[in-house]
């Protein structure tokens, strides 16, 4: 089961995400929501999601520099970028992390989709092999 940290600086836009994956209904279980990366980080310490889908453009630390935090203390964690920016610069930067991917807002539900099911498949796969 996908256990999901969901960060957004919106309250109105942490709730959009999780609507949208209750109505994926691909199993997933909403661990935490965080407010930026400050509380992102917070969150992810004492519930350890095994994934993290967060804005980038947040108060106090933003999710590029959460991004950067998370890597450092589980390289292998999956982060879905949902942004509305555009920058070439920022994708490139976010999308050359391991298990990266961006999805642009308004949110491509078919994409978010494929990406979820993705990440559970290889977790379902990993946990057959123990």
């Given at each position: 089961m996908l256990n999901i940290l969901v960060v957004d600086d919106s309250k109105s836009a942490r709730n959009r995400?999780?609507?949208?994956?209750?109505?994926?209904k691909l199993?997933?279980?909403?661990?935490?929501?965080?407010?930026?990366?400050v509380d992102a980080l917070k969150?992810?310490?004492q519930f350890k999601p095994n994934l993290v889908i967060t804005d980038i453009e947040m108060?106090?630390?933003?999710g590029a520099e959460l991004i950067s935090n998370l890597k450092k203390l589980?390289?292998?964690?999956?982060?879905?970028?949902?942004?509305?920016?555009?920058?070439?610069k920022?994708?490139?930067?976010?999308?050359?992390y391991q298990l990266v991917y961006v999805v642009h807002k308004p949110i491509d539900v078919q994409l978010l989709s494929?990406?979820?099911i993705k990440f559970k498949n290889e977790l379902q796969s990993v946990k057959g092999e123990e």
């Open positions: 995400v999780v609507k949208t994956l209750d109505n994926l199993d997933c279980n909403i661990v935490a929501t965080a407010e930026d990366g969150k992810y310490l108060p106090n630390m933003d589980n390289s292998s964690l999956p982060v879905v970028a949902i942004t509305s920016l555009v920058n070439e920022i994708k490139q930067t976010l999308m050359a494929v990406i979820l």
